[in-house]
């Protein structure tokens, strides 16, 4: 059984930064595309960013230029670094892990609240 688990979320005010770490087997970093989803109340899920395993990395349009997706291999982790934060940030966060040319995902973490508020 593959875990991914997500910590770091919490409310932060609007324009202020948030890291979030996903904890998972260094077997998945090595092999899987690793990514970042949210979903807010009343919406669908959402991929935010997503690294592969050569290092090429996407982001959706919402959030270029302000959050940065990053894996640490040693440290068995995968980084998402959000900088000014908006409310329409808040969401549930998941940590995802996909194989190669598939569809995501494969796993799935079981999420962490980030709220943006004043």
């Known amino acids: 059984q593959v875990q991914l688990v997500e910590s770091g979320g919490r409310l932060v005010q609007p324009g202020g930064p948030l890291r979030l770490s996903c904890s998972a087997p260094r077997s998945i970093l090595n092999s899987y595309t690793m990514g970042w989803s949210r979903q807010a109340p009343g919406k669908q899920r959402e991929l935010v960013a997503s690294?592969?395993?050569?290092?090429?990395?996407n982001y959706a349009e919402s959030v270029k230029g302000r959050f940065a997706i990053s894996r640490d291999s040693s440290k068995n982790a995968v980084y998402l670094q959000m900088n000014t934060l908006k409310p329409e940030d808040t969401a549930v966060y998941y940590c995802?892990?996909?194989?190669?040319?598939?569809?995501?995902?494969?796993?799935w973490g079981q999420g962490t609240q980030v709220t943006v508020s004043s």
């Open positions: 690294t592969t395993t050569s290092g090429s990395k």
């Open positions: 995802a892990a996909k194989a190669p040319l598939t569809a995501w995902a494969d796993y």
